[in-house]
């Protein structure tokens, strides 16, 4: 079965940092794109980040690059996110995805079921 599973979750204060892990398993992980996609209560999912299978392109939207940088380690089926200087606007439902299509993390196959991110202080 496919499975994407995402830790590493919490309570932060403004500019700490976090780092999200998210684990595969029942899917070829180094031929799929690994995105990470957030929701905070009341708004759009919205995508911030992509990284390509090989780990050599990277994607960042403008609301966190500088600030956040997302890595795999395919012989373990992992990817992580690096989330620096964080502040309140951060706070949301962070959700890894797998995309095995040509379109850049553009439309996901498999999803994670989520980790809370709360920056506050």
């Known amino acids: 079965q496919v499975q994407l599973v995402e830790s590493g979750g919490g309570l932060v204060q403004p500019g700490g940092s976090l780092r999200l892990s998210c684990e595969a398993s029942?899917?070829?992980?180094?031929?799929?794109?690994i995105g990470w996609f957030r929701q905070a209560p009341g708004k759009e999912r919205e995508g911030i980040s992509c990284?390509?299978?090989?780990?050599?392109?990277?994607y960042y939207a403008d609301s966190v690059k500088g600030r956040f940088t997302i890595s795999r380690d395919n012989a373990n089926n992992k990817v992580f996110l690096q989330m620096s200087r964080l502040s309140p606007e951060d706070t949301a439902v962070y959700y890894c995805?797998?995309?095995?299509?040509?379109?850049?993390?553009?439309?996901?196959?498999?999803w994670g079921q989520g980790t809370q991110v709360t920056v506050s202080s």
């Open positions: 029942g899917f070829s992980f180094a031929f799929y794109s």
């Open positions: 990284i390509s299978k090989s780990g050599g392109t990277t």
């Open positions: 995805a797998a995309d095995s299509s040509g379109k850049f993390c553009g439309s996901p196959d498999y």
